[in-house]
């Protein structure tokens, strides 16, 4: 089945650092989605991505829909102690009538004062 | 606050019994969709309803689940005969129909001792 592999696994960095993760996969999405999980929480969406190519920010957040289609990666520039939390991202792909989306494992971030 | 919810929050059962989870999809969201998630894990989809009719089950959703959406709004997804196994959080989504951004409820955690 269609798997995505994110890295890095966990983060633990010092306030005020920035942050790269990314997600890679043997399979071509339609859309990359990133959310934000904090602990006992549902996932909450911080950036879509629609377009091979795509370069979106939010704030402090940017995300890039890679050329294959088959990658994506999410900056967040300048980190503050209310970045903790763990970061997904997910693609969505056509699958007979519908629009599935896959997660990866998750990158936990850590943030020291 | 008009965004997905869920009830419980959480729930402790002792194994054996019947659970029932409620879902209120974003009100003019077509689809809505359940996925379990355990810890340190990405969601997994478990089944999506386009309004009232489930399109789609995925192979973790055992004949001891059943999900419903009588009307097209609500949602329930039952859980029988509960098993250690199923501890997770049970996350709600909804969407609009096609490529669309699915948006997640707060989730509800499922303990059973």
Known sequence: GQQLNQSPQSMFIQEGEDVSMNCTSSSIFNTWLWYKQDPGEGPVLLIALYKAGELTSNGRLTAQFGITRKDSFLNISASIPSDVGIYFCAGQLKMDSSYKLIFGSGTRLLVRP | ?113
């Open chain 2, 1 to 113: 606050d008009t965004g997905v919810s869920q009830d419980p929050r959480h729930k402790i059962t002792k194994r054996g019994q019947n659970v029932t989870f409620r879902c209120d999809p974003i009100s003019e969201h077509n689809r809505l969709y359940w996925y379990r998630q355990t810890l340190g894990q990405g969601p997994e989809f478990l089944t999506y309803f386009q309004n009232e009719a489930q399109l789609e089950k995925s192979r973790l959703l055992s004949d001891r689940f059943s999900a419903e959406r009588p009307k097209g709004s609500f949602s329930t997804l039952e859980i029988q005969r509960t098993e250690q196994g199923d501890s997770a959080m049970y996350l709600c989504a909804s969407s609009l129909v096609g490529p669309a951004i699915i948006y997640f409820g707060e989730g509800s955690w499922l303990t059973v001792v």
